[in-house]
């Protein structure tokens, strides 16, 4: 896959996108056969136990898109640009989403808003820097909207979201996320659009699907949300994995001859 043959998949085939945040996590998307990997910053909320996205760092999205990009092989890596690293200045976003390609290995930036974001979008796309669009619900502005709720429930919303979604197309992304809004809601843009439009939460007619690696294996405790689906319950597997070492070392079993040298 490229950004071309992502651009060029809409209608041919649902694409598969996952979020990886190191080596490891990387490996496994690309094993599975992931489509897109991206570096997500809900790595700030599931990897470093953070109450939301805002607390994620530009050095550390960077940090952590070069780890994905190694283990990534052929499959496409696309960085998600934190909280105040775009949006503030024209001369720092575009710095900013330079350090992603450039410095980190990044194909492709993936940045939250809606129509106001066009004209860097067009700047981006014009010196080279693929942009993945993001509307809908918008986890960097859980502060304005006092939690995270589905998006695009009203009338009123959810025609400011097909807007944004239009706006964003003619500036230049080469597909848009959409997420947790109401599954017509998600069928009417992905209608629209002549761009791949990848849900979460958006309902089973978009053109593909991302969701978050942590959700997919189990590997936290507890309930995922209500639009992921633990595929696998790596929570318990690894607790008992580590159950079973604690045994051992405390009764004297492990390591044993196979073990030493």
Not at 143 to 161: D, L, Q
Not at 226 to 255: C, M, N, W
Request: aromatic share 4%; net charge neutral; charged share 20%.
């Amino acid at each position: 896959m490229t950004i071309r043959t992502i651009r060029e998949s809409k209608g041919s085939k649902k694409l598969v996108m996952l979020t990886a945040y190191d080596a490891i996590t990387a490996a496994f998307a690309a094993a599975g056969g992931a489509d897109i990997i991206l570096v997500g910053d809900s790595l700030a909320n599931t990897a470093l136990g953070l109450p939301d996205t805002l607390g994620i760092g530009l050095a550390s999205m960077l940090e952590k898109t070069a780890a994905v990009k190694r283990a990534a092989g052929t499959v496409p890596v696309v960085c998600d640009m934190p909280f105040l690293s775009y949006g503030t200045s024209r001369a720092a976003s575009l710095r900013n989403c330079g350090l992603a390609i450039k410095q980190a290995g990044a194909c492709a930036v993936k940045l939250e808003g809606g129509a106001w974001l066009a004209p860097l979008v067009r700047r981006l796309v014009r010196i080279g820097i693929p942009v993945m669009g993001h509307v809908g619900l918008q986890p960097q502005h859980v502060h304005e909207y006092g939690g995270m709720f589905v998006r695009g429930r009203e009338t009123a919303e959810a025609e400011s979201i097909v807007r944004d979604a239009h706006v964003l197309q003619e500036a230049g992304v080469f597909s848009l996320v959409v997420e947790c809004v109401p599954a017509a809601l998600g069928k009417r843009l992905t209608d629209e659009l002549s761009i791949p439009v990848i849900g979460i939460g958006a309902g089973p007619a978009t053109d593909g699907q991302v969701q978050v690696i942590s959700d997919l294996l189990g590997l936290k405790e507890g309930k995922v949300p209500k639009h992921a689906t633990a595929f696998a319950d790596l929570f318990t597997i690894a607790r008992d994995a580590v159950g079973e070492y604690a045994r051992r070392v405390r009764e004297g079993s492990f390591p044993g001859p196979d073990n030493s040298f």
